[in-house]
């Protein structure tokens, strides 16, 4: 096993591998958009990207926004508007918009591109740490379930958000803060779900760098935001952000839309969230108070613990929002996968890498299950009783991730657990230098 993992990599080995995973992962996933033909969600897309190519795109806030979700309203921040603009090219080619899978390939294109090139950057994400790990990371987001049915049979924008989170964070880490801050705001201007993420950027921006340069780092991000949102404002407004950001906070007042969180675990779903779980606390109130004690123990880890791990605190504070606030929808936990998945290579941990499993798996049914469910219509399947299995799936999310939270305290504070002798039998102490040419034993 050891002779194994220390195998010298040359740059050609290194690309060929890349360009494999790269290859096959897109042709499954290629496959998974042409044949999965499916109108829930979409139509918002199609509709978005024909409004820009025949009024423009400036004015699609204008002609769209507050017209109501039933018909096609235009709730995502404006970033994403532009590669939908060329989706709207290629849907006026001749056969594109009559033949159902050509159109499906169309519209979720740019979900899979930004899939493909997330397993890339996984590799330079961690490269530098043990380039034989950083591919083996690679491959596993290359035929990751959760992520393959989640862009490209569902056709959703989540590896876009991941991607742009990733590299914020990964330019971050390599102390470009501006660079990284202009990443952030790229990555919140094209789905504002980002911003859980921002306490744990702005933690570490401040923790690592001058004033000043968090100054010119907050410059740059606030510069990105009002270079891409005004030629939108000039049509729609100056109060255009308002109403993108937080004119979708109402539409869904719910406890939970089919999340398995806590309030799936209470038979939530699709209760309002002013409803009381505990005396004159209702879940909204709840959600937010946890919310801040989650904010309030994120500082004391950055503050007091002997690992700092962006990519471990990021996934910390976004699963506990995603557990635990209310509002959650079924897909909002899938960004911390890729959070769980590098911290668990950068920590060399075991034990996170099971926890990756866990949830990763948990998110594949969050994803998966709701999404049948809903297409099958008059004829769902005999396990579709939808109040039952978030109740029972959001148990065991709540028990994964109590565990997973005390293993990511221990690696935080470095705890030392008894090795068995399996971990023993892999990894074995008396490994030396000579023997590993990099590095690659796993606490």
């Known amino acids: 096993m050891v002779e194994i993992l220390s195998i010298k990599l040359t740059k050609k080995h290194i690309f060929w591998f890349l360009f494999t995973l790269v290859l096959f992962g897109g042709l499954i996933r290629l496959l998974a958009a042409y044949n999965e033909v499916h109108y829930f969600d979409l139509p918002y897309y199609f509709t978005w990207s024909e409004e820009v190519v025949d009024h423009g795109i400036f004015s699609a ?98 590896s876009m958000m991941i991607f742009m989170l990733l590299l914020s964070f990964f ?139 962006p990519y471990l605190l990021g996934f910390f504070f976004m699963n506990t929002v995603f557990m635990f606030a209310s509002r959650m929808h079924d897909r909002y936990q899938i960004p911390v996968i890729i959070f769980i998945l590098i911290a668990a290579f950068r920590n060399k941990s075991i034990k996170l890498f099971v926890s990756f499993l866990l949830t990763n798996t948990m998110v594949f049914f969050n994803n998966f299950l709701p999404f049948e469910k809903i297409l099958a219509g008059d004829n769902p399947p005999p396990w579709a009783d939808m109040n039952t299995f978030v109740v029972v799936f959001s148990w065991i999310n709540l028990i994964i991730y109590f565990v997973t939270l005390a293993i990511t305290i221990s690696v935080i504070y470095d705890f030392k657990f008894t090795e068995t002798k399996l971990f023993r039998l892999i990894f074995p102490k008396e490994a030396s230098h000579a023997q590993v040419t990099e590095q690659t034993s796993l606490s």
């Open 61 to 158: 806030y204008q002609n769209l926004l507050g017209i109501g979700i039933s018909n096609n309203e235009l709730d995502y921040p404006p970033l994403f508007l532009f590669p939908l603009y060329i989706t709207g090219l290629l849907m006026k080619i001749p056969g594109v918009s009559d033949f159902a899978p050509y159109s499906m390939l169309v519209i979720k294109m740019w979900q899979i591109l930004f899939d493909l090139a997330t397993i890339i950057l996984i590799y330079y994400v961690l490269r530098r740490q043990n380039k034989l790990l950083a591919l083996a990371g690679a491959a596993i987001w290359a035929i990751n379930p959760a992520i393959i049915f989640n862009s490209s049979y569902w056709g959703q924008t989540d």
């Open 171 to 309: 330019t971050l880490e390599q102390k470009r803060p501006l660079l990284a801050t202009f990443f952030f705001a790229l990555a919140c201007l094209l789905k504002f779900q980002c911003a859980y993420f921002f306490p744990v950027f702005l933690l570490f921006l401040l923790y690592d760098h001058k004033l000043l340069t968090v100054a010119k780092a907050a410059g740059v991000g606030i510069a990105t935001g009002v270079i891409v949102f005004l030629p939108f404002m000039i049509y729609s407004g100056i109060t255009l952000p308002f109403d993108v950001y937080l004119g979708g906070l109402g539409k869904w007042p719910y406890a939970c839309l089919y999340a398995f969180n806590f309030f799936g675990a209470l038979g939530m779903n699709y209760v309002k969230d002013s409803t009381e779980i505990l005396p004159f606390i209702s879940a909204n109130t709840f959600g937010n108070i946890i919310t801040i004690v989650a904010l309030l123990v994120l500082f004391l880890f950055m503050m007091t613990g002997k690992k700092r791990c």
